[in-house]
């Protein structure tokens, strides 16, 4: 038995094969095997605000002066950020700032040091 990928649109597992289709029994969602295999392979590549390809590890500067919600700290503008992670979502970086700590950036608002 071969193993189905999940659905991209609401990721349920329980994906059916119809013919040359992928059916998603949960959603509804139907898509063809040969573009599930082709999104696999991509990579997603993230940029900073001046279009630097960044990677895990990297030091970045932030450009902006940015408000950390519920909390009147402000994260000033060139302040430098080392050690930074990648991730998927709307924060597309993980990180710690000294003095304030962990929190989520997002890749437009910093530039590769």
């Known amino acids: 038995m ?3 990928p999940a659905c991209p649109k609401c990721a349920s597992v329980y994906a059916y094969e119809d013919g040359a289709q992928l059916i998603c029994p949960e959603c509804g969602h139907e898509w063809s095997a040969q573009a ?4 696999a392979d991509e990579v997603r590549v993230i940029k900073d605000a001046v279009g630097n390809v ?3 590890g990297d030091t970045v500067t932030v450009i902006k002066d940015l408000k950390i919600k519920g909390s009147s ?3 000033k503008v ?3 950020v080392k050690n930074i992670r990648l991730t998927n979502g709307d924060h597309d970086i993980d ?3 000294d003095g304030i700590g962990a929190m ?4 437009e608002f910093v530039k590769k040091a």
């Open 104 to 107: 989520g950036l997002k890749s």
């Open 95 to 97: 990180c710690k700032i």
């Open 36 to 39: 599930a295999d082709a999104v």
């Open 2 to 4: 071969s193993i189905l």
């Open 73 to 75: 700290l402000v994260v």
């Open 78 to 80: 060139g302040t430098k």
């Open 54 to 56: 960044l990677q895990d």
